[in-house]
């Protein structure tokens, strides 16, 4: 039982609820990080966090609105919808055009999915959180290997990198 009467989560939930997106959030990051990208581990953790505690922060918003009056029109699904607004601002902010081409569209998009990670987690729904961490890292890893054998080969680019990103 939380300490606050009026409060939806524990202490113990709490940490368990931040801590999967700081651990998923980091698996993704790790991808990030590994490919040299200029948002990596702490970012994409960061992200994760944050999205899972403003998702935690509404639930308690809500309770409160519902017990100060029956007439509230309090509505949580509001913050989700500002969190990965913001989330993605931030992935935006990774996509650069370099002469003809585009650079950290992978990267800006690992944020925004870091983001919807962060809110299944702070929801508490982990299995949604762990499905969607494993298959962006198996778009991240397994496309990318595959990219780049396919395309780089046939392109002459041949950079070991995993594309433009």
């Given at each position: ?11 113990l939930q709490l940490a368990e ?120 890292i198996l778009v991240l890893t ?11 080969r046939r392109q002459g680019r ?8």
């Open positions: 039982m939380p300490d606050n009467p009026t409060a939806v989560f524990d202490l609820r931040l801590g999967i997106a700081v651990l998923l959030g980091g698996v993704i990051g790790l991808d990030r990080e590994w490919h040299d990208r200029p948002a990596g581990l702490r970012t994409h953790i960061l992200v994760s966090l944050a999205s899972a505690l403003f998702t935690m922060l509404s639930f308690e918003l809500f309770l409160m609105a519902e017990e100060a009056s029956d007439s509230s029109r309090a509505d949580p699904v509001r913050v989700v919808e500002a969190v990965l607004t913001g989330v993605a601002f931030l992935g935006a902010g990774t996509i650069i055009q370099a002469s003809r081409r585009l650079e950290g569209v992978t990267t800006g998009a690992s944020i925004w999915l870091v983001g919807a990670v962060g809110v299944a987690a702070g929801g508490g729904f982990y299995e949604m959180a762990v499905v969607g961490t494993t298959m962006a397994g496309l990318g290997f595959l990219e780049r054998r396919l395309f780089d041949g950079t070991g990198e995993d594309g433009p990103d």
